[in-house]
């Protein structure tokens, strides 16, 4: 199901150009626009819902949600990251950062990573 005005769904549609790295059935990953690392992409699910909370409430959530999980560690290895190491975040609501309203995985890497984050 996709959502009129929201941005990954208007990227999955082509109404919105990207940098695309990879794709399937279920799954894009492109480029995030603002990269806050050398490598910096974005793995998003085909299907509009709103956070990883919705995603988990629906039939066979777990099993799509690892799969975004799967996908992610797959182009962090595809992209040289395995050994040195990389990070995935899912922004989660307002209080979590959340800014675009479609489920969302970071994949980051290629530089040294700090903790706390912001
Ligand atoms: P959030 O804050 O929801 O976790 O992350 C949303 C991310 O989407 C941000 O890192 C932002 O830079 C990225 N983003 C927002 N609009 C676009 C867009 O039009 N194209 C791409 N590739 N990324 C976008
Ligand atoms: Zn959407």
Same mark, same amino acid.
């Given at each position: 199901?996709?959502?009129?005005?929201?941005?990954?769904?208007?990227?999955?549609?082509?109404?919105?150009?990207?940098?695309?790295?990879?794709?399937?059935? +279920?799954?894009?990953?492109?480029? #995030?626009?603002?990269?806050? !690392?050398?490598?910096?992409? @974005? *793995? $998003?699910?085909?299907?509009?819902?709103?956070?990883?909370?919705?995603?988990?409430?629906?039939?066979?959530?777990?099993?799509?949600?690892?799969?975004?999980?799967?996908? +992610?560690?797959?182009?962090?290895? #595809?992209?040289?990251?395995? !050994?040195?190491?990389?990070? @995935? *975040? $899912?922004?989660?609501?307002?209080?979590?950062?959340?800014?675009?309203?479609?489920?969302?995985?970071?994949?980051?890497?290629?530089?040294?990573?700090?903790?706390?984050?912001?």
């Amino acid at each position: 199901m996709n959502e009129p005005s929201c941005v990954f769904c208007r990227i999955l549609r082509g109404e919105i150009p990207s940098q695309k790295l990879y794709e399937d059935d +279920a799954t894009i990953v492109v480029r #995030d626009v603002n990269p806050q !690392a050398p490598l910096h992409v @974005l *793995v $998003v699910p085909r299907e509009h819902v709103q956070d990883i909370a919705g995603a988990l409430q629906r039939q066979g959530g777990e099993e799509r949600v690892g799969k975004l999980f799967s996908t +992610a560690v797959r182009i962090a290895a #595809d992209q040289g990251l395995a !050994a040195g190491g990389f990070r @995935l *975040v $899912v922004n989660t609501g307002s209080d979590g950062g959340q800014t675009v309203g479609h489920l969302h995985l970071h994949l980051m890497g290629g530089r040294q990573m700090t903790w706390p984050p912001g």
